[in-house]
């Protein structure tokens, strides 16, 4: 049995740019910062941040674009990927993803129509709901506007 799982919370890093495939699919990519602190041998208290990026597709996508802003404290739940492409100078270059499944916006929305609790979206429950169950369709790089 195989499990590729990753669970986050943090605070999103940059403001979300919403945008298309060619073939019409939404799709948004931002970074997610998560800090770790403790105290090291001699008693001086560390602390690191490392920035997750990330990458949600379809209706959470706009729905994303729409409430989430650099700033916000967010939980992700998903999975890793890792993409590969030729950069313009012909190397070979690799990006690791968390590609969304669960998504709760921890903040709230104040000032919003969302009130100010935790909204929770997920890609098959929830919220965010598909219309119909459709096939999940291969995704090429050259697909991706980013």
Not at 29 to 54: I, L, P, Y
Not at 67 to 88: D, F, M, N, P
Not at 102 to 109: K, R, S, T, V
């Amino acid at each position: 049995m195989d499990l590729n799982k990753v669970q986050i919370i943090g605070n999103i890093t940059q403001d979300i740019e919403l945008k298309q495939t060619p073939n019409g699919q939404n799709v948004c990519s931002f970074s997610v910062a998560t800090n770790r602190s403790w105290v090291d041998g001699s008693g001086m208290k560390q602390e690191v941040a490392e920035f997750h990026s990330v990458v949600l597709w379809g209706k959470l996508a706009e729905i994303a674009g729409q409430y989430l802003h650099k700033g916000k404290k967010v939980y992700i739940e998903g999975r890793l990927q890792t993409r590969s492409w030729e950069a313009q100078d012909g190397t070979k270059r690799y990006k690791t993803e968390i590609v969304w499944e669960n998504m709760i916006m921890l903040d709230g929305n104040k000032g919003s129509d969302m009130g100010s609790a935790p909204a929770s979206y997920n890609d098959s429950v929830g919220a965010v709901k598909k219309s119909s169950p459709k096939k999940e369709e291969e995704i090429s790089i050259e697909d991706i506007p980013f």
